[in-house]
């Protein structure tokens, strides 16, 4: 006769690894770009597309022009801790940077194959996949960048210039400002040439604001305030009071780098282009200005 007693480990054990192995399938392991995930055909065509949409900008070799270069280790050093969709989305979604059309998913997908292919990776006989799934899966080998240099033992400095409120009005505030007014300005949207000499004068405003296209200053804005948090960093910062900044306070530090984490969510949902995850990002950007305005600002400025 059948004992439970005795039969139910076993019948524990096989569920286990049915649920393993399920859990395994479901949830592929990331695979490298050397494993042979394009074909020659494939980087043949992406090669065509590279002529007449990315040559101009990133030179015949992809060695670098007016854009950054696409192959070698600087590169692949840049791309290498991220997925290949990464990468893919950055083309899709931001290149060529003029106002041409942007190339399809399998145009991207065609052209990612090409660039493989001048990196020295091996071909395969399976076409890379354009679905955001199938890129995700997929990796650069660790160690494709360069060696990380030793820091140099001394570097120059430069003393600020300004106090925290003028840095926070000068960058920060305004920049701040743009990345919130994606919320109900879509910057795809093509708006008419201003008169920036209306009004007897010359408005700088508005001819800042039509020097480059409306997600370009979205990204220029997100980045200007995550790198702003470096700058409030700086030893020697005074507060608009006269005080000294508490750059070495650990809540300041801590609020410093919220700010630099949130300007960098703000990036990456810029280049996305959509306006409703830029939208959301602002959420995380609001949080970390009122993290530290409740513990720092107020009548005596910069002080707890």
């Known amino acids: 006769m059948f004992s439970l007693q005795r039969g139910l480990p076993g019948l524990l054990l096989v569920c286990s690894i049915t649920v393993s192995s399920l859990l395994a399938w479901q949830s592929p392991r990331p695979q490298s770009v050397s494993d042979g995930v394009f074909t020659d055909p494939q980087a043949a065509r992406g090669q065509t597309i590279y002529r007449a949409r990315c040559a101009s900008c990133h030179g015949n070799a992809m060695e670098g022009r007016t854009g950054p270069p696409l192959t070698g280790v600087d590169f ?16 899709r979604n931001t290149m060529p940077k003029d106002e041409s059309a942007r190339l399809s998913r399998q145009e991207t997908a065609d052209l990612v194959a090409y660039m493989l292919q001048t990196a020295k990776f091996k071909a395969g006989n399976t076409e890379l996949q ?4 199938s890129l995700k899966s997929l990796r650069f080998p660790a160690g494709s960048g360069p060696a990380k240099a030793a820091s140099p033992a001394s570097q120059p400095t ?10 926070m009005r000068g960058i920060l505030f305004p920049s701040s400002n743009i990345v ?33 296209r409306g997600w370009d200053v979205v990204d220029y804005a997100a980045i200007s305030v995550a790198e702003s948090a470096t700058l409030l960093l700086t030893p020697g910062r005074r507060c608009e009071n006269g005080r000294l900044a508490p750059v070495t306070d650990p809540d300041w530090i801590k609020f410093t780098k919220e700010l630099a984490d949130a300007g960098n969510a703000s990036y990456k949902a810029s280049q996305a282009r959509n306006q409703e995850l830029v939208s959301d990002s602002t959420n995380r950007l609001s949080e970390s200005c009122n993290s530290c305005h409740r513990v720092y600002r107020g009548r005596t400025h910069c002080v707890k």
Do not use: C, H, R
């Open 76 to 91: 692949l050093g840049n791309w290498e801790p991220q997925p290949l969709l990464e990468l893919a989305g950055k083309i």
């Open 158 to 167: 430069l003393p600020p210039s300004g106090n925290v409120a003028q840095v």
């Open 180 to 212: 919130f007014t994606v919320q109900s300005i879509d910057p795809a949207e093509k708006k008419p040439q201003a008169d920036i000499t209306a009004g007897g004068g010359f408005d700088w405003l508005t001819w800042g604001g039509g020097v480059y």
């Open 130 to 133: 354009p679905d955001d799934a």
